[in-house]
């Protein structure tokens, strides 16, 4: 017979018992759950958060198993949030779970309002842009990761700016499901030219394969460790949300690097300027080669 407070009893110390309970009675929202949206949903769920709403568009596939925590050789082809679900309740089989496929767009207001808090999994640009635009409206925090070699996360409170205006995507008077392929382009190497400028991530992959990602030539590079981590990192921040813990992430972020064993938080503006030109030149060059 499943017990909540047996399965939770070694939380205890990490938290209060006035926090699992705030745990048990949290609801977070997470839109994609594959790479980083599945490892957050893992620690979730492990952590005895009650109630999830999950969200994905897309099967797992034999890519998938290198980094994706719910992704096995018996769910290739298996809806990822429903095969997602599936071993939730074998974690916890009071846990309540909503699962939406290609219809959670339709539900957006209705879902983020409802949730205390959002955490981005999609890496799709436009649904990025949907979950953002309407957690603004309704007040909700999101968790996120950049696209980036190093694990990282950042997490923008309603009151803070969007990657869409912080990072200067051509995006702004676009409706998320009516974007051009050069403006998806555009904002993929705004991002990737703000990673390359606050961290030493060009120190930690292939840069002539980076190229032709930012390029568009090839699929998204992705490592279990990496990806994991960010998972994570994610699963803290959604953690210190529900129970009303302050960190110390804000909409800017800050980058893992374990190959030297630091955090790495943005520059200093006017490091940063001095740096984002030659960052920009060398991102060209990288996508021309």
Not at 1 to 18: A, C, I, K
Not at 155 to 162: F, H, I, Q, R, W
Not at 170 to 186: E, H, K, S, V, Y
Request: hydrophobic content about 40%.
């Amino acid at each position: 017979m499943f017990d909540y407070s047996e399965f939770t009893t070694r939380n205890l110390g990490f938290v209060t018992g006035d926090e699992q309970q705030m745990l048990r009675d949290g609801h977070v929202f997470v839109c994609g759950t594959g790479g980083m949206g599945g490892a957050a949903i893992l620690a979730l769920a492990r952590a005895g958060v009650g109630r999830m709403t999950l969200s994905d568009i897309d099967s797992f596939e034999m890519s998938n198993l290198n980094r994706q925590v719910f992704a096995w050789t018996d769910t290739i082809g298996v809806h990822k949030a429903e095969a997602t679900a599936e071993q939730l309740r074998r974690i916890n089989p009071d846990i309540q779970l909503e699962v939406l496929h290609d219809n959670w767009a339709d539900q957006v207001d209705r879902i983020v309002a409802d949730a205390q808090v959002v955490i981005n999994g999609t890496d799709d640009l436009g649904a990025s842009l949907l979950l953002y635009r309407t957690a603004h409206r309704t007040g909700r925090p999101v968790i996120d990761s950049y696209a980036s070699p190093l694990p990282s996360v950042y997490v923008t409170g309603p009151d803070e700016p969007a990657p869409e205006l912080r990072l200067g995507y051509p995006t702004r008077d676009t409706a998320w499901n009516a974007l051009t392929d050069a403006q998806r382009d555009a904002a993929f190497q705004a991002e990737a030219e703000y990673v390359l400028t606050h961290s030493s991530s060009a120190f930690h992959i292939d840069l002539a394969l980076a190229g032709e990602v930012a390029a568009g030539r090839r699929s998204r590079m992705s490592f279990a460790p990496m990806v994991i981590t960010s998972g994570m990192l994610m699963g803290y921040e959604a953690i210190a949300a529900l129970i009303g813990r302050k960190t110390r992430t804000d909409c800017r972020g800050w980058f893992l690097n374990p190959y030297a064993a630091r955090v790495e938080r943005p520059r200093n503006p006017a490091i940063a300027a001095l740096i984002r030109p030659i960052v920009r030149r060398k991102l060209k060059r990288m996508m021309a080669e």
